[in-house]
């Protein structure tokens, strides 16, 4: 249960901290498998490609409406050029966001643990709400790439509260796109707020010239973990993963974590409805 003192120095030093074995075979499996059920379930009659590029970004209604609901998001390379996918359904997939912790009782139960419990509050979290929850597919050959972000710049709050709790659900490797991070890097300013445009849509506000680091510039390193890791992420981390020319799909969950006291800006993309309060790890 919970973390050690040293794992709970690392954090505070690095602003992540892998956590391997933390999540049992059984628990991992039934996550993809429960995926697996509703990505079949899902009938794509309203296409949103998600991608983190920022010049690619379509932050249309689909997106924005989906803080909190199940929603379906296509790699961007799940397409030919005639709009058909390239693939099975179950294998353009890029992600599922943003609410399965709360609306789906398998998600809600791996995302609700005593152990998780006693991580958020290692980690200094007094009234922690679960904010956003996403499954990751990385899927075999065309799963894209993240570039480097701050998890604050999608899921501020003032002050500055959230925490990603990242679980390798399969083996996620150099060759299919494992996280990579800069430790040390939280201490470092917030670079940009993604927010609601007054006039409808999204955009980015620069918050610091400060560069991020790039992939091959040396500062960020990898995080190659076995099935069942946790990796904690601190919200002003510097991380990035690669996309994903492997034939081996790199499945994950995560989910993000805020201060319950902390102020939630009106301007941030995610938003959920009056009808569905945060909850916490109870
Ligand atoms: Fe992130």
Same mark, same amino acid.
């Given at each position: 249960?919970?973390?050690?003192?040293?794992?709970?120095?690392?954090?505070?030093?690095?602003?992540?901290?892998?956590?391997?074995?933390?999540?049992?075979?059984?628990?991992?499996?039934?996550?993809?498998?429960?995926?697996?059920?509703?990505?079949?379930?899902?009938?794509?009659?309203s296409?949103s490609v998600f991608t983190a590029h920022e010049q690619t970004r379509t932050p249309d209604d689909y997106f924005l409406e989906s803080g909190d609901k199940?929603r379906?998001f296509?790699?961007?390379?799940?397409?030919?050029?005639?709009?058909?996918?390239?693939?099975?359904?179950?294998?353009?997939?890029?992600?599922?966001g943003h609410a399965? &912790?709360?609306?789906? !009782?398998?998600? %809600?139960?791996? $995302? +609700?643990?005593?152990?998780?419990?006693? @991580?958020?509050?290692?980690?200094?979290?007094?009234?922690?709400?679960?904010l956003q929850?996403m499954?990751?597919?990385?899927?075999?050959?065309?799963?894209?790439?993240?570039?480097?972000h701050q998890d604050s710049t999608f899921l501020y709050t003032d002050?500055m509260s959230c925490?990603?709790?990242?679980?390798?659900?399969?083996?996620?490797?150099?060759?299919?796109?494992?996280?990579?991070?800069?430790?040390?890097?939280?201490?470092?300013?917030l670079r940009k707020l993604f927010k609601r445009a007054p006039g409808g849509g999204t955009e980015f506000e620069t918050l610091?010239?400060?560069?991020?680091?790039?992939?091959?510039?040396?500062?960020?390193?990898?995080?190659?973990?076995?099935?069942?890791?946790?990796?904690?992420?601190?919200g002003?981390?510097? &991380?990035?993963?690669? !996309?994903?020319? %492997?034939?081996? $799909? +790199?499945?994950?969950?995560?989910?993000h @974590?805020i201060?319950?006291?902390a102020g939630y800006p009106d301007e941030n993309w995610l938003q959920r409805g009056d009808d569905m309060p945060l909850?916490?790890?109870?």
């Amino acid at each position: 249960m919970g973390l050690t003192e040293k794992q709970r120095d690392q954090f505070e030093r690095d602003g992540v901290l892998v956590v391997e074995g933390f999540a049992d075979t059984a628990a991992c499996k039934e996550l993809i498998e429960r995926s697996r059920e509703m990505l079949e379930a899902f009938e794509p009659e309203s296409v949103s490609v998600f991608t983190a590029h920022e010049q690619t970004r379509t932050p249309d209604d689909y997106f924005l409406e989906s803080g909190d609901k199940v929603r379906f998001f296509f790699e961007e390379d799940a397409f030919l050029p005639d709009g058909s996918l390239k693939q099975a359904k179950e294998l353009s997939i890029n992600k599922i966001g943003h609410a399965m &912790h709360d609306l789906d !009782p398998v998600f %809600s139960s791996f $995302s +609700r643990t005593p152990d998780l419990a006693a @991580v958020a509050a290692d980690v200094g979290f007094v009234d922690p709400k679960l904010l956003q929850s996403m499954y990751i597919f990385k899927q075999p050959s065309i799963g894209g790439e993240v570039t480097c972000h701050q998890d604050s710049t999608f899921l501020y709050t003032d002050p500055m509260s959230c925490v990603g709790f990242w679980f390798a659900l399969e083996d996620a490797t150099l060759e299919n796109g494992c996280l990579w991070a800069e430790p040390g890097g939280h201490r470092g300013p917030l670079r940009k707020l993604f927010k609601r445009a007054p006039g409808g849509g999204t955009e980015f506000e620069t918050l610091s010239d400060a560069p991020l680091p790039e992939p091959g510039d040396g500062r960020l390193v990898p995080l190659e973990t076995p099935a069942g890791t946790l990796v904690l992420l601190h919200g002003q981390l510097p &991380h990035y993963s690669g !996309p994903n020319r %492997s034939p081996r $799909s +790199r499945h994950a969950y995560s989910v993000h @974590v805020i201060e319950g006291d902390a102020g939630y800006p009106d301007e941030n993309w995610l938003q959920r409805g009056d009808d569905m309060p945060l909850r916490g790890f109870a």
